[in-house]
């Protein structure tokens, strides 16, 4: 494949990172069309994404770019993405941050697991780059380096893009759109996307 522009140094996550790596996707989310809306003023956005890069990281396919840069969290293909525990501890931490509106955004987390394949895959949960590093191409750098091992391993990759800026991008690391569903609002539109492994070139 063509080499990145961007080199990124990143590493595999550990259970100590999770601090960094819920302030990184709170950041790179907060304006986010699903997300900003899900959490406005992030209220909870923090707690939320703690929850689900935590029972991720069960998983050793977390990787952090430079200093929290950017964060990738991974899925492995006979995995699951959240515990029972933690899938049971979704409907309390929304009520408690967001009240009347728990509903709600328990109906769009719904909508991501009624369009999730069913043929084994990675599954690309969360890319974020936090504010303060955006513009460099670290996100995508970091996506790169992550579909390399997961070509090696001759996997597909599936992922939900929460912005339609991004799909392009999505697309030229080999994605396609596939289907994708709407908020509960029909405010904005996420689009589904499969990535087949790549050949080794």
């Not at 900003?36 to 003023?41: H, L, Q, R, V």
């Not at 599954?123 to 579909?147: D, H, K, N």
Request: charged share 25%; proline share 8%; with cysteine.
């Amino acid at each position: 494949g063509q080499r990145e522009l961007t080199q990124v140094e990143s590493r595999v996550a550990t259970p100590e990172d999770l601090d960094g790596i819920a302030v990184t996707l709170a950041g790179a989310f907060e304006n986010d069309p699903l997300w900003g809306w899900a959490f406005p003023e992030r209220r909870g956005m923090e707690a939320w994404w703690r929850l689900f890069a935590g029972s991720a990281l069960r998983y050793p396919f977390t990787r952090i770019a430079g200093d929290f840069d950017a964060v990738a969290v991974w899925i492995p293909p006979d995995g699951i993405e959240l515990t029972e525990a933690d899938e049971a501890a979704i409907g309390p931490l929304l009520e408690a941050h967001l009240g009347p509106r728990a509903a709600e955004v328990a109906d769009l987390v719904d909508r991501f697991e009624e369009h999730h394949p069913e043929t084994p895959h990675f599954y690309l949960s969360l890319l974020g780059t936090r504010p303060a590093s955006r513009g460099r191409g670290i996100g995508m750098a970091l996506l790169a380096e992550c579909l390399e091992d997961i070509d090696a391993a001759g996997a597909p990759a599936y992922l939900e893009s929460s912005n339609p800026d991004n799909n392009p991008r999505y697309e030229r690391h080999g994605f396609k759109g596939i289907g994708g569903f709407s908020r509960p609002d029909d405010g904005s539109f996420a689009t589904t996307m499969w990535r087949d492994p790549m050949p080794a070139s």
